[in-house]
């Protein structure tokens, strides 16, 4: 058996243990990671740990702390009820904001996670507090962003139009969009009524009534109205993270933390609580699952599956075959990566003639980036690690069971869609 196909039936093993008994998956991973990088590839221990997903370590833990804060002090709550105020009480309207909010950042040039990070942890707070599904609007946050993620001057795009280019294949940027858009917005309103969304019509002006008349209960004191000092520092903290996001490309983690420890340097019994709010099991899941991830990357497991599906001689097959491949991969991995791989596989049936570039190049596309509400992607990484009130192994579970019906059903969809008919 080849190291290759041994590395992926250990992550097979690592699931069905994970899964079965009450082990965290990211523990299970770094054991994997060890033993498969040590014993099978024969890595040195740094070789290893070169996998250890650091800048996504940093933004887990650098934006759940700095909205921990927001939520110790009360900001949350007044930001909620302020976008209450803003759709005139109609809770269902919400989810749709926030699929619109974050599909425009994505869409003007925020990278999607920075979009993500900066959007779900108010979306998933105003989930909590009016008891709408975290799978629903963690979904609409994600695919909010990745509708707008391929719009011509977008981070997405310009990558994948720049590979185009370089590959000297025919392309379309506004067909790649599109694309992405409609996929993302078709999805979004399929889970919109799948999960309850229609019935927020319905109650959401009695959830509002009825939360004026709880909220002192249930919400911190004075936090419907009244901005304190700490609540305005904090905003203007968000208002900064933006700016320095989506304006000056600083890193959302880094920022993140610097802005959560400034808060606390003024408010320190808020930074203690907000300290002990971070989902740390969250992020040794995720950490640890892309740490072996990246040794299947360094021992070449990824490009193996990627080489043998291209050789196969049936260009229609090959095609629906690498959109699964950048679904599953891209589900555990960076959705950009995987585009930069498998766009230039694509190359050598693509020149045949018998498929057409723009649409084997959308269908990649949009495979490799709707399935990112997997829990070990890293948007959805931040949706399970800001959703505040849940069973967060339910939820994990959830997100995956939601991350796996996207790699299962989307590329198919895509390839009928885009594919067959030779678009381009």
């Avoid at 079965?20 to 290893?48: K, Q, Y």
């Avoid at 833990?61 to 759709?87: K, P, Q």
């Avoid at 004075?222 to 905003?235: M, Q, V, W």
């Amino acid at each position: 058996m080849s190291d290759e196909l041994i590395s992926i039936l250990v992550l097979v093993v690592v699931f069905v243990i994970a899964t079965t008994r009450s082990i965290n998956m990211g523990a299970l991973s770094f054991a994997a990671a060890f033993g498969v990088g040590e014993l099978v590839a024969d890595f040195s221990a740094d070789h290893i740990f070169a996998g250890f997903p650091g800048d996504l370590f940093v933004v887990l833990v650098g934006v759940t702390y700095l909205f921990a804060l927001a939520r110790a002090n009360g900001t949350t709550d007044w930001l909620v009820h302020a976008s209450i105020r803003l759709v005139g009480g109609r809770v269902a309207l919400i989810p749709w904001v926030m699929f619109a909010v974050s599909g425009t950042l994505t869409a003007i040039g925020a990278v999607s996670p920075a979009a993500v990070a900066i959007v779900a942890p108010l979306a998933l707070s105003f989930a909590a507090r009016y008891r709408i599904s975290p799978l629903l609007m963690g979904a609409m946050v994600v695919h909010g962003s990745q509708g707008g993620g391929f719009s011509p001057i977008s981070i997405y795009g310009s990558i994948v139009n720049g590979i185009v280019d370089r590959e000297k294949l025919p392309g379309n940027e506004i067909t790649l969009f599109l694309a992405s858009l409609v996929v993302n917005l078709i999805i979004a309103a399929v889970v919109f009524v799948v999960c309850g969304g229609l019935k927020l019509s319905r109650t959401a002006v009695a959830a509002a009534g009825d939360e004026r008349e709880d909220g002192a209960r249930e919400a911190p004191a004075d936090a419907e109205g009244r901005l304190t000092p700490a609540r305005i520092a904090t905003l203007a903290a968000l208002v900064a993270l933006v700016v320095a996001v989506l304006a000056f490309d600083l890193d959302a983690g880094l920022t993140s933390i610097t802005l959560a420890v400034a808060l606390s340097v003024f408010w320190p019994d808020h930074g203690k609580k907000a300290v002990n709010e971070v989902t740390w099991p969250t992020v040794l899941l995720i950490c640890g699952v892309l740490t072996y991830v990246g040794v299947l990357d360094e021992m070449g497991t990824i490009d193996y599956a990627g080489k043998a599906v291209s050789d196969i001689g049936i260009p229609l097959l090959a095609a629906l075959l690498l959109c699964y491949i950048g679904a599953i991969v891209s589900a555990f991995a960076s959705s950009v990566g995987i585009m930069g791989a498998l766009i230039p596989l694509a190359v050598p049936f693509l020149a045949q003639g018998d498929i057409g570039a723009v649409g084997m190049i959308a269908a990649l596309a949009v495979s490799a980036t709707v399935v990112d509400v997997s829990p070990f992607s890293t948007n959805g990484a931040l949706v399970l690690a800001n959703a505040p009130d849940v069973d967060r192994d339910r939820f994990f579970r959830q997100l995956m069971v939601y991350g796996g019906i996207m790699v299962v059903a989307v590329p198919p969809v895509v390839w009928l869609a885009m594919v067959v008919p030779g678009l381009g």
